[in-house]
């Protein structure tokens, strides 16, 4: 096994959460045009021997739907954050000594509460004083910075979404139980760590 390219940058939850939904919608798209493709030469008796859709895990695409579903849902701060504010959040923790590790955890976990800090920040009180109220407010106001450019995404649209996934998917593979007999509980966008959080060795 070779390695091609090297992990230059830790990757934030929202990050992620981008990545896959991009991969996901060009499954998607390519998934349909096969379907179309088939049906086209059905419809005409000309079948081909070509394959028409790309062989994909399902132990893969199971793992990316439901982290989709997992990462998107209402609870996890995902669903507030966007890419100037992770960027905005990433410019001023800056000037507070945490590791780049610790800066990653609270873009992910976005924290609150002081007693969030404490399981993130190794020695807070010692590191950071007082300014452990600072970081709150910062975090805070990252998630409320918001500049996009296409609507968030709801509960309803992220369940719609999967659903139309699931079903392109289920077509592809030729299975046949229905998409309602699967129940997901969880309900539901990445730019702002790259740089920053990149894997040199903190100083």
Do not use: C
Not at 35 to 63: C, M, W, Y
């Amino acid at each position: 096994m070779e390695v091609v390219h090297t992990r230059p940058a830790l990757l934030a939850n929202f990050e992620v959460l981008a990545l896959l939904r991009e991969l996901n919608a060009d499954h998607i798209a390519r998934t349909k045009t096969a379907l179309r493709i088939k049906k086209e030469e059905d419809a005409t008796g000309k079948p081909t021997l070509e394959q028409h859709t790309e062989e994909v895990s399902e132990n893969l695409r199971t793992v990316e739907l439901e982290t989709i579903q997992y990462l998107s849902a209402e609870y996890q701060p995902t669903s507030q954050q966007s890419d100037h504010g992770i960027s905005q959040l990433v410019r001023d923790l800056a000037p507070f000594s945490i590791t780049k590790a610790e800066k990653l955890q609270v873009i992910n976990l976005a924290p609150t509460e002081p007693v969030e800090l404490y399981v993130i920040v190794e020695e807070l009180e010692d590191r950071l004083g007082d300014r452990m109220h600072e970081i709150l407010g910062i975090v805070s106001k990252s998630l409320s910075a918001t500049a996009p450019t296409t609507p968030p995404q709801t509960a309803s649209s992220t369940n719609a979404t999967y659903t139309e996934t699931v079903d392109a998917y289920e077509v592809e593979q030729g299975w046949d139980h229905e998409v309602e007999d699967a129940e997901f509980d969880d309900f539901g966008e990445g730019v702002g760590a790259e740089g920053d959080l990149d894997m040199e060795d903190d100083d």
